[in-house]
């Protein structure tokens, strides 16, 4: 009897201890379960790092450059306005040369006035136009063109031998604009010079102009000179803007007003290659650029 009891007490205990790790493998399959959703959230989570990582990607990717085009260079003024700056060379405009049209190009014009025994007034004109393209590596055609800008106007406050050297801002010509004039004295007489350099988006434009009273005469006021470049270069800026559809180029004086355009042809560098101008770099940034009056002089 008493070997049945104990049996019994045994065979209970044995189902009880089974009973008691039942919930134990339940909770142990339950952690294996939780364990496999955790690795399911890390791969999500990747995932998605990926994702965020392609649109910031995308969102760096540099925008193109405002205008596409550059009007022709020997278009850019109208012929009222040239009979008024270079009355005697209104239709003696010479385009330089250029490897890319698409980016670069000027034109120039030069006047002479000859008074006899009274004297010569001379004059000369000249417009170079260089447009950039966006580029990945070195960012937008409106970053790079205002770079050039600063640099360019600054080269023209450098000119060797120049007198009374001065520079102001100009308003409502482009996005922003400078105006650098100087004296320059040579032996056939006193060369008053105007380079106004303005930027509208990614394209700079340049206005040199410059006149002298030769042979006895007197020289130009360099007010009038002043107010007639002005007049020029917010001309030359219309033209660019016109010549990317954006009518008849009002409003060109801000970056909301311009009208935008896909880009086409290759980026222009910072390096324009000299024109076949009279002492015109084409825009740009060497001693050639600035002093257009030491070419003026040989045609006298």
Known sequence: MHRSVQR??????????GAAAVPVM??????????????????????GSSASSSATEAAAVVKEATYAKLPEPCKVFASKTLKELVPEGAKSGKEGKSEDIGTRGNCS????????????QFRWLNVSLLRFESDQSRGTGEKLASEYY????????????AKNTKSQPVAGTGNEATLVTYDLKKKEGTFRQQTLVTRVENVVVTVDYNGAGLAGDDSPKAADL???AEKAAKEAVRAVVTANGGGDGAGAGSD???????????????????????????GGG??????????????D
């Open 8 to 17: 019994h007490r045994q065979r209970l205990t044995r189902i009880l201890a």
């Open 26 to 47: 339940l909770v142990a399959s339950g952690c294996s379960s939780d364990s496999g959703d955790g690795s399911g959230g890390d791969a999500k989570k990747d995932s």
């Open 109 to 120: 014009w030069d006047s002479l006035d000859n008074k006899g025994v009274k004297g010569s």
């Open 150 to 161: 600063a640099k360019h106007a600054e080269d023209a406050r450098a000119v060797e031998d």
């Open 226 to 228: 002043t107010k007639s």
């Open 256 to 282: 909301a007003d311009a009208s935008p355009s896909k880009s086409a042809s290759k980026s222009a560098t910072g390096s324009p290659s000299k024109s076949s101008g009279k002492g015109s770099d084409l």
């Open 286 to 299: 060497s001693d050639d650029s600035a002093s257009p009056s030491k070419s003026a002089t040989k045609k």
